[in-house]
């Protein structure tokens, strides 16, 4: 097996971005937003590039892809794009984004628009709305101090 590995700054998908454009007037980072970023979706090509060739792994330290920034930020990202990324969990259990996707609508009472259900149009602006929600909960938050530093 080879290992090899892409230097992404901590910058580009990293949980607290430098660009003040991308957080809230609360001080929350705002996902959605980063992902329309020029660099986001140049890291993302070439992710998807780099795994033409081989094997790609994205690491993180949270157990539960729901608190990971990687899971809010990265992946709708990269699904988009016809990537499936799965997050590996404890146990070595596999778990694909879409079916982290279903837990968190189920989470926030959205099961009506989980996959297979017959509300597929409307799944992503619900799915949008489920993952502010919980990028509300657990994404970095700048306080005012600090978006004046900018």
Not at 73 to 88: D, F
Request: glycine share 6%; aromatic share 6%; with cysteine.
């Amino acid at each position: 097996m080879r290992v090899s590995s892409m230097n992404f700054s901590e910058n580009l998908w990293g949980g607290r971005p430098t660009d003040p454009r991308v957080y809230q007037a609360d001080g929350v980072v705002d996902y959605a937003l980063r992902r329309k970023a020029r660099d986001f979706v140049a890291g993302v090509e070439r992710v998807i590039e780099l795994s033409r060739q081989q094997k790609v792994a994205l690491m993180c330290a949270e157990e539960d892809p729901l608190h990971c920034h990687r899971f809010l930020m990265i992946g709708p990202a990269l699904l988009e794009r016809g990537v499936t990324p799965v997050h590996i969990r404890r146990g070595g259990v596999l778990e694909s984004q879409r079916e982290a996707e279903d837990r968190l609508l189920a989470l926030n009472h959205l099961t009506a628009f989980t996959s297979g259900s017959l509300f597929v149009s409307e799944r992503s602006t619900a799915l949008e709305d489920a993952l502010r929600r919980q990028a509300q909960e657990c994404a970095f938050r700048g306080s005012p101090e600090q978006m004046e530093d900018f």
